[in-house]
Nanobody, 122 residues
Framework: QVQLQESGPGLVKPSQTLSLTCTVS??????????WSWIRQPPGKGLEWIGL???????YYSPSLKSRTSISRDTSKNQFTLQLSSVTPEDTAVYYC??????????????WGQGTQVTVSS
């Protein structure tokens, strides 16, 4: 069974770059037809999709965050990383990584990490 674990600093200063890593066990991030996503939930708000890394290495980003977002991978470590630049307090949220599959009904975010709190504050 696949497991995902987020890691990274819990406090980031405004204007800096937030960097989080998702370590995957029980499955390879290069396995065909699996996609790997970052999602966040600001306090008191709903879930917000940030971006997606395909098994091929292709990336897709939310239009609202695209200019500040980069998702990359380290296949030797079976990890993928989120970088969000020029952060503001509005980027404060619990950040999740998840594995995604697609079926006839659309995207299935079937497996999630436990989430990690990131606070943007000076």
């Amino acid at each position: 069974q696949v497991q995902l674990q987020e890691s990274g600093p819990g406090l980031v200063k405004p204007s800096q770059t937030l960097s989080l890593t998702c370590t995957v066990s029980g499955g390879s991030i290069t396995t065909n037809y699996y996609y790997w996503s970052w999602i966040r939930q600001p306090p008191g708000k709903g879930l917000e999709w940030i971006g997606l890394l395909a098994y091929s290495g292709s990336t897709y980003y939310s239009p609202s965050l695209k200019s500040r977002t980069s998702i990359s991978r380290d296949t030797s470590k079976n990890q993928f990383t989120l970088q969000l630049s020029s952060v503001t307090p509005e980027d404060t949220a619990v950040y999740y990584c998840a594995r995604v599959t697609y079926n006839g009904l659309g995207a299935d975010f079937g497996s999630w990490g436990q989430g990690t709190q990131v606070t943007v504050s000076s």
